[in-house]
């Protein structure tokens, strides 16, 4: 991975790389300027909807209000998208790198707070007008997503309120024209989205729903600010005085209840470009700047919102497909959602256990080396497989029926969790896998015995090694704390979950014994000979019969509810670990790129002192090389830090609520269980005291 | 050593506890008859031995004093029954079964496992798991007891046992009745008497027809009885063992969960600690299900399977005499016919048929009385594990509405 990025100076790793950051960025920085709230609201959206591939096509997607060009536009990314490039989906950037090259915009940093000058709807206006000219710029030079200039379009933000669109300072109109390349680009966006949307559904009839999560969800991306950044330095003026009269669009196509009426230029687009869309899309209202309330758009909101957003899915139906060795279980996967950008609102397909091993595969390529912690699947089993596979359906022993239903759980619980990611949810991978109705390709690398498994048996040797022998000073105080404490929660979850193992174990013998028990008793009734007695142990054994089936429902719930639920967090920690050490090879990759420039330069202060030239000439060029690469590795490993910390923050504030969660539930079945029990002894009682 | 060491240590606990419990049970056992009351006032665990306090209260003129206590072990218990069963005059009785061996084992030997256990697990959930043990043994130490004492007071209660020479002995006599045990001659004696007696029984039960349906009947009915409740003693005692290792894994999920709160810190630790405290408690009422049906249910199961028992030896007992009888007619004819010894046959018969005689209608009256026993135990038992099994069914159900309830509030 790393050294796939290495070539492409720069910007294209930081379009892909920065991701993360210009989130975070936004959350905080978007309490201070009107634009960036504007910007805010759609946050969790993006994440959401706008999975990695998005950010690559953006810049060849010339956001030029020419049909043509946007059908061009929507085609790469459709590429993208159904080809499902894993990890690298934002890295396909990289061809594009702007002439303007991350120096600049880094520059302008720091001079965006002295301009202040740009106000939020001026700049929106700008981005009307920029729709034209600036849009060309982008699309022409293909500027990708270098999230730097987020940076500034952030800085601009929260630069101040005085706006003055037509501010002399140079930098001020550079950064208006950002800010305005930004809102064309958002425009430009959409017009993918709108493509996109399609390929994920994968038929033709797209719902506008789909059309506007799209528009609402992409807006100020990555690719954005590229555009931005680029027409910042390319395209300085000339936007700046059309830009005032346009109407401020941008706000309206932000706004969820807007969100169907893009911005006028864009609508007349979009029904030429992509007829199947529906036509919802165009009577788009010039909206009226709505300044959104300044709301603060802190974690807990950002969460909370999510929570409107609820996605269901059951796993359920296991059937056996096929006979002998060759035979698999295909499960029934139902999806009830609101989050709008799915075509519907309760749906089903089928599907087999190695997809969903495959799913898992495909969004750790694509999200891991990002620092996302991805549910693990459920493990394969060799041996209650082939039970399966041996055993014909019809006699199937309860033996292999609770393996099955074991793992139809945990398919859901699986499904659930990942689906409960916003930004695991909207990978076309894992839309694709709850949509598409129909068989997914199979996936050939989940299977143990297979080449690609060996090979993965090889990387996770190799890795354990790597893990076991590096040792990264940690220079973070929250990752060496948060490392600490994952390990000893690992361990002791560990422990915990062997505690619980041996209370189901001991309560489904509690259950079999309490069986045999009142078997016995029915017989010592038959033969008691004094008739009152004899009744009364006849209810006694009903009653154990009775006890029998809540102890193992109870010890059902005790499986099901603790002890999975605790496996799975102890997988969960296994994939915080992965995380984790990710993090440590992105640290790895800096250190070495900080050798090696420490090695070149060496190496050409000795070029100096020999005074050769033209080794000099050379070492200068390879100083730069690596200093570059030193840089970018350290913004990789500043970003991955920060992508780390939110998701473990994340998966804290979850973990809590499903512990809680669990055990609530869990109470209340024993308390099922002991309501149960008191039914059954009184019940018994009167014939107890019927004995004479 | 160790274990023994702690389990000396208990035993001044088991010295209060016995005595805490003693008027509890002696309130159960029915006396119609107050003329002589024994109980076992106190028990004193010492290394492999038990020492029973053995209290008499009489009215009985034969009794030197009207109170009086001697210390008894359980040989001594033993060798009570056996001058019982010995005697021939009891033949038509069912003589109460002898008290089962006190037997620790089992509990010492989850002791050791726990000491070896000890560096695996944290301090607290050792301590528990101790606690638990020690309160294990209590309880079996404390069934013990009762049973020696159960043992008797129905010999105290029954007309003709109580005037019994060597029970007086038994209660009275101050020293230590030296009875030893059995040595390896007589233990062999003994096994060849039983493997006899089994044969015998067994050739009997195919060989001799018995005349009298009632007998017939009770007899069929004794050995199906006897083997089901056998089966039904050993599930219940599985069943409650079962009980005991799901309120034990309690302990195991309490103290991980309470250590998982320390780890998680203030977001979860206050939830979890309620979480862990109500396991915690839900184990002692789990415990006392189990103890209880133990205590209920399969005590009273396994005291009828050594009173079947018993009344199945009197039945063979009536069987040998009703052989004894039929042989004794068949040597009187044969007497007769040669004409030779008639007058001694004649009496042997006439022996043989008294005894026949008496013993018949004696058992039919013990008989009559098992049967009253057994179902009046029944009874009282099977309403009082109802009444403990709802109290703690309740009680728990109650525990966890309370736990919800808080968490909820959180």
Not at chain 1, 338 to 344: G, H, M
């Given at each position: 991975m790393a050294d796939s990025r290495e070539?492409?100076?720069?910007f294209n790793d930081d379009d892909d790389s920065h991701k993360d950051d210009d989130n975070d960025d936004l959350f905080t920085s978007?309490?201070?300027?009107p634009v960036s709230e504007l910007t805010t609201p759609e946050e969790p959206r993006r994440q959401e909807g706008l999975g990695d591939p998005l950010t690559s096509p953006s810049p060849a997607?010339?956001?030029?209000?020419d049909p043509p060009s946007d059908s061009h536009a929507g085609n790469p990314t459709d590429l993208f998208e159904s080809v499902g490039e894993p990890p690298v989906g934002g890295l396909s950037?990289?061809?594009?790198?702007?002439?303007?090259?991350g120096e600049g915009t880094q520059q302008e940093l720091p001079s965006d707070p002295d301009t202040t000058l740009v106000d939020a709807p001026c700049v929106e206006s700008a981005n009307m007008s920029s729709f034209d000219a600036p849009v060309e710029d982008a699309g022409t030079?293909?500027?990708?997503?270098?999230d730097d200039v987020v940076g500034t379009a952030e800085s601009v933000d929260q630069s101040?309120?005085?706006?003055?669109?037509?501010?002399?300072s140079v930098p001020a109109t550079s950064e208006v024209l950002i800010e305005s390349s930004v809102a064309t680009q958002e425009l430009a966006d959409t017009d993918l989205s709108l493509h996109d949307s399609p390929t994920f559904l994968?038929?033709?009839?797209?719902t506008e729903i789909c059309l506007d999560d799209n528009a609402k969800e992409v807006s100020l991306d990555d690719e954005v600010d590229d555009s931005a950044l680029f027409n910042a330095t390319s395209?300085?003026?000339?936007?700046l005085s059309q830009d005032?009269?346009?109407?401020?669009?941008p706000a309206s196509s932000i706004l969820p209840p807007m969100g169907?009426?893009?911005t006028p230029p864009v609508a007349p687009i979009t029904p030429t470009v992509t007829?199947?869309?529906?036509?919802?899309?165009?009577?788009?209202?010039?909206?009226?700047?709505?300044?959104?309330?300044?709301?603060?758009?802190s974690p807990e909101e950002l969460e909370a919102e999510s929570g409107d957003e609820f996605i269901e899915i059951q796993v359920s139906d296991p059937q056996k497909i096929?006979?002998?060795?060759s035979s698999y279980m295909a499960y029934k996967v139902t999806t009830k959602t609101?989050?709008?950008?799915?075509?519907?609102k309760n749906w089903s397909v089928t599907r087999r256990f190695s997809d969903f091993l495959g799913l898992h595969g495909k969004l750790v390529e694509k999200h891991l080396h990002s620092g996302r912690i991805i549910p693990p699947a459920p493990e394969k089993s060799a041996i209650g497989t082939t039970k399966i596979k041996l055993g014909s359906d019809k006699t199937a022993e309860s033996g292999s029926q609770d393996f099955i239903e074991k793992r139809r759980a945990s398919l859901e619980r699986y499904m659930n969790r990942t689906g409960a990611h916003p930004t695991l949810r909207a990978d076309p991978d894992f839309r694709e896998f709850i949509e598409l109705d129909a068989e997914l390709p199979?996936?050939?690398?989940?299977?143990?015995?297979?080449s690609a498994g060996v090979l993965r048996l090889f990387n996770r040797v190799g890795e354990t090694v790597n893990k076991m022998t590096f040792k990264m000073d940690e220079s973070d105080q929250w990752f060496e704390e948060k490392t600490q404490q994952i390990e000893s929660l690992d361990a002791q979850l560990r422990k915990l979950h062997l505690a619980m193992e041996g209370l189901v174990a001991y309560r489904r013998e509690l259950a079999v014994s309490t069986a045999s028990f009142a078997k016995s008793a029915a017989i010592l009734s038959s033969v008691e000979e004094h008739s009152a007695l004899s009744r009364a142990l006849h209810q006694l054994a009903e009653s154990t019969e009775r006890t029998h089936t809540i102890h193992h429902a109870q010890a059902d719930a005790d499986f099901y509810y603790l002890s999975e639920i605790t496996k799975d967090y102890i997988q969960l920690i296994g994939a915080v670990k992965d995380v984790f050490h990710e993090r440590v090879k992105t640290f790895q990759t800096w250190q070495h790129a900080q050798s090696m420039l420490a090695k070149k330069r060496e190496a050409k202060a000795k070029a100096e002192l020999a005074g050769r030239m033209d080794k000099v000439q050379q070492a200068q060029e390879e100083v730069a090389e690596w200093e570059v690469k030193v840089e970018r590795s350290q913004e990789e490993f500043d970003r991955i830090s920060r992508a780390i910390k939110k998701e473990v923050d994340r998966f804290d504030v979850v973990r809590v609520k499903d512990f809680k969660d669990m055990l609530v539930k869990y109470l209340e079945a024993l308390m099922t269980s002991q309501q149960q029990i008191i039914k059954v002894w009184e019940t018994f009682m009167p014939e107890a005291k019927a004995i004479a | 050593m160790l274990e023994i060491a702690r389990l000396d240590g208990m035993e001044e606990v088991l010295h209060s506890e016995t005595n805490g419990t003693k008027s509890g049970r002696s309130d159960?056992?029915?006396?119609?008859?107050?003329s002589l009351q024994v109980d076992i006032s106190d028990a004193l665990s010492e290394r492999e031995k038990v020492k029973f306090t053995v209290h008499t209260k009489t009215?009985?003129?034969?009794?030197?004093?009207?109170e009086f206590s001697v210390v008894r072990q359980h040989e001594e218990f033993i060798w009570l029954h056996d001058r019982f069963e010995e005697n021939e005059d009891y033949a038509g009785y069912i003589i109460p079964p002898p008290p089962p061996r006190p037997d620790f084992d089992a509990s010492r030997e989850k002791l050791q496992k726990l000491g070896e256990g000890?560096?695996?697990?944290?301090k607290e959930e050792f301590n528990k798991m101790k606690q638990e043990l020690e309160a294990e043994y209590l309880a079996t130490f404390k069934k013990t007891v009762a049973m020696h004492e159960v043992f008797l007071t129905r010999l105290a209660q029954h007309s003709v046992f109580r005037t019994d020479h060597n029970f007086k002995v038994f209660l009275e006599?101050?020293?230590?009745?030296?009875?030893?045990?059995?040595?390896k001659k007589e233990k062999v004696e003994g096994l060849f008497k039983s493997f006899n007696k089994s044969t015998d029984e067994l050739l009997l039960a195919a060989t001799q027809k018995d005349v009298d349906d009632y007998f017939e009947k009770e007899k069929g009915f004794l050995l199906e009885y006897h083997t089901a409740i056998k089966d039904t003693t050993t599930k219940a005692d599985k069943m409650t063992q079962a009980h005991k290792s799901v309120a034990d894994s309690y302990i195991k999920l309490s103290t991980g969960l309470s250590q998982l709160g320390t780890i998680e810190g203030p977001r979860l630790e206050k939830f979890i600690n309620k979480v862990a405290d109500t396991f915690e408690k839900a184990r002692k009422v789990e415990g006392r299900v189990s103890s209880d049906e133990d205590l209920k249910l399969s005590d009273t199961l396994r005291y009828y399977v050594r009173d079947g028992s018993a009344a199945k030896d009197l039945l063979y007992r009536r069987l040998r005499c009703l052989a004894n009888y039929e042989q004794a007619n068949k040597n009187l004819d044969r007497a007769r016919a040669k004409n030779k010894d008639v007058h001694a046959a004649e009496l042997a018969q006439q022996n043989a048929c008294e005894k026949f005689e008496l013993i018949t209608n004696k058992a039919k009256e013990e008989l009559v009385d098992f049967k009253g026993r057994r179902v009046a135990a029944f009874r009282k038992n099977l309403i009082e594990l109802a009444e403990l099994e709802l109290k703690h069914a309740k009680a728990q159900a109650q525990l966890l509405k309370n736990c919800l309830q808080a968490l909820q509030e959180e």
């Open positions: 070539p492409p100076p720069l978007a309490v201070q300027s997607a010339s956001p030029t209000p950037s990289v061809s594009l790198e702007s002439p303007t090259g030079t293909g500027v990708t997503g270098s101040s309120p005085p706006a003055n669109s037509t501010s002399d994968g038929d033709g009839d797209t395209a300085p003026k000339l936007q005032v009269p346009e109407p401020p669009v169907a009426p893009l007829p199947n869309l529906t036509p919802n899309v165009t009577p788009a209202a010039p909206a009226p700047v709505t300044p959104l309330p300044a709301v603060r758009q096929g006979e002998g060795m609101n989050i709008t950008y799915f075509r519907k199979r996936a050939t690398q989940t299977s143990a015995l297979s | 159960t056992v029915d006396l119609n008859d107050n009215t009985l003129a034969d009794y030197a004093k009207p000890e560096g695996s697990m944290t006599y101050e020293q230590d009745l030296s009875v030893r045990t059995k040595n």
